[in-house]
């Protein structure tokens, strides 16, 4: 491959696309470098770690994402952030993973936070408990596609299938007879909403309460 004009900037898009076709285990900087036509201590000079390195991988990532909340109710611009989060990390898996190794440090990729929070209190939170439920948002979302990632779902619906088909009746009388519910939520995007409907009324509910 031709040697690349580099920037951090163009070296981290470089490093999301290789993320995407080979995912996080495979990744190192001597792959990336090979992929860049270049030396690894070349990207050494651009990023002093790894982990640098996947910071900026992030904000790449981020940056793919349109933060901006529509001009509409709290709930719709919380459910549409929802959504646009989902849908970036289901474009780029190895987000999870990185996620899970680091924490987000650098302001773009807080740009959802701050959109979401937004909302939260337009809806009437308190800013203590707009940020608890912002909280409970991310996971929701984070854990939805890191357990039920829309790639995988078929051969996860056949897998919870025979699982539930191997319950003794007897022991298991109700989740024997429930292999059609359970394979319906093992993923997709109606059970994501689903599930952030019903997220979506808790916090209704919770600024009715006061």
Request: no cysteine; aromatic share 8%.
């Amino acid at each position: 491959m031709a040697t690349r004009t580099l920037s951090r900037a163009s070296i981290a898009a470089a490093a999301l696309e290789l993320l995407d076709r080979t995912g996080l285990e495979a990744f190192s900087m001597r792959r990336l470098a090979d992929e860049l036509g270049v030396g690894t201590m070349t990207l050494y000079g651009y990023f002093r770690s790894k982990s640098e390195l996947l910071d900026a991988v992030m904000d790449a990532a981020a940056s793919e994402v349109d933060a901006n909340a529509p001009d509409a109710s709290w709930r719709d611009r919380a459910a549409a952030l929802a959504r646009t989060t989902r849908a970036n990390l289901e474009r780029h898996p190895s987000l999870v993973q990185i996620r899970l190794q680091q924490p987000i440090g650098r302001p773009s990729q807080f740009r959802i936070t701050e959109s979401a929070i937004g909302a939260l209190i337009d809806a009437g939170l308190p800013r203590r408990e707009a940020a608890r439920a912002f909280r409970v948002l991310f996971t929701y979302t984070f854990g939805f596609v890191a357990f039920s990632p829309t790639a995988t779902a078929g051969e996860a619906r056949r897998d919870i299938r025979a699982a539930h088909a191997s319950l003794p009746p007897d022991e298991y009388p109700l989740l024997s007879s429930m292999a059609d519910d359970a394979v319906a939520a093992a993923a997709g995007d109606e059970q994501f909403d689903y599930g952030l409907e019903l997220l979506l009324d808790g916090i209704e509910a919770q600024v009715t309460r006061g």
